[in-house]
């Protein structure tokens, strides 16, 4: 069973940037899919950025859905075993739940990443993060 804890979220104008952070335990399988979720009230959960773990912790290329395309960056720290997200240039319309999931490998594959065709196993509390025009 993975633990997944996120922080970082807040209030900001928009434009301004923030950084979550999730933390995850460890656990036997090193290797899978690890990824920003995002909801707005009312929508379906929405995938904002997401890697691929391999087994020797080098990440995969990113997936970013096109509403976050060169603002937001997506990243790992393998000794503190956190995943960050790095969300710059906010807009009212990045305002949401921000939830950190995984999955274990299989059933992800690295290939599953670009079209973030997986289903999470795992699910943070979430973060809230709210843009202000």
């Known amino acids: 069973q993975m633990h997944l804890a996120e922080s970082g979220g807040g209030s900001v104008q928009a434009g301004g940037s923030l950084r979550l952070s999730c933390v995850h335990s460890?656990?036997?399988?090193?290797?899978?899919?690890l990824a920003w979720f995002r909801q707005v009230p009312g929508k379906e959960h929405e995938g904002v950025a997401g890697?691929?773990?391999?087994?020797?912790?080098?990440?995969?290329?990113?997936y970013y859905a096109d509403s976050v395309k060169g603002r937001f960056t997506i990243s790992h720290d393998n000794a503190k075993n956190t995943l960050f997200l790095e969300l710059n240039s906010l807009k009212p319309e990045d305002t949401g739940l921000y939830t950190c999931?995984?999955?274990?490998?299989?059933?992800?594959?690295?290939?599953?990443?670009?079209?973030?065709?997986?289903?999470?196993?795992?699910w943070g509390q979430g973060t809230q993060v709210t843009v202000s025009s």
């Open positions: 999931v995984a999955q274990d490998s299989p059933p992800c594959r690295e290939y599953d990443i670009p079209t973030m065709s997986w289903l999470p196993a795992y």
């Open positions: 890697v691929y773990r391999h087994a020797d912790n080098t990440i995969s290329e990113p």
């Open positions: 460890e656990y036997t399988a090193t290797r899978g899919c």
